[in-house]
């Protein structure tokens, strides 16, 4: 009998360059996916509360106040508590930050980057992840290539012509399950994917959980990503 994590971490403090000029007024998870009239982390945090997480700390930064007075306004389904770096601390110094507030520090958590969309069950990952007994989990994704790919034989012929395949990697898709030993791994300033991570892979203890077939996964990184998603939702019709 798996006991599944209630509480998790959203890393909401990046400055989401790429998406101006909807982040000059407000964070990148703020940036509201067209159609739908509710901001990113909205999407995020009702997702979460469906897979039975009931506590979350948003790691705020750029902008922060902006997000804490949406916080603050909106009806949520679960409770929220937000934390402001008083420094750059980097992501896993930030990490690290944020889950000094998590609510039952011996206990796992998850954690999602502030600009993922995505829907999958959070409770088969933390199956698999406590099936490995990993010490971290990562949710890995294969994205599609938003080029058209040429196949070719072996002599150079063209074969065939494939509009956006799939990419033959998997990426590390920003959605990750956390053991509670995990927090104490992390440095307290700098990126955890240079030191943590690697440590932990040498161990085999880091886990790599792919997204189910058929899962939606976006990263909005850019204005096509929002329009994009926009598209998704429609076609999905949710």
């Not at 009998?1 to 101006?20: D, E, F, I, K, W």
């Not at 700390?57 to 937000?82: F, I, K, Y």
């Not at 750059?88 to 930030?94: H, I, T």
Request: hydrophobic content about 40%; charged content about 20%; some cysteine.
């Amino acid at each position: 009998m798996h006991t599944y994590p209630t509480q998790a971490v959203v890393l909401a403090g990046g400055q989401g360059s790429r998406l101006r000029p909807y982040t000059d007024d407000r964070p990148k998870p703020m940036v509201e996916i067209p159609g739908t009239g509710t901001p990113i982390i909205g999407h995020q945090l009702s997702w979460l509360a469906a897979e039975g997480v009931t506590d979350a700390v948003v790691s705020c930064g750029h902008l922060a106040e902006v997000l804490q007075e949406w916080l603050d306004s909106a009806v949520l389904p679960l409770r929220v508590t937000t934390v402001v770096e008083a420094e750059p601390l980097g992501r896993g110094g930030g990490l690290k930050y944020a889950a000094r507030s998590l609510p039952h520090p011996d206990q796992p958590w998850y954690a999602t980057n502030g600009d993922i969309w995505t829907r999958f069950s959070l409770r088969e990952m933390a199956e698999f992840h406590a099936e490995r007994d990993a010490t971290a989990t990562l949710a890995l994704a294969r994205p599609r290539i938003p080029w058209g790919a040429v196949e070719t034989d072996e002599f150079g012929h063209v074969l065939d012509f494939i509009e956006s395949p799939p990419s033959p990697y998997l990426i590390n898709a920003g959605v990750y399950v956390f053991s509670a030993a995990f927090t104490h791994l992390l440095p307290d300033q700098g990126d955890h994917e240079r030191t943590t991570f690697p440590r932990l892979a040498r161990e085999r203890s880091l886990a790599g959980f792919p997204l189910p077939q058929g899962a939606y996964w976006r990263a909005i990184d850019t204005a096509k990503d929002l329009t994009e998603a926009a598209k998704e939702l429609t076609a999905h019709g949710s």
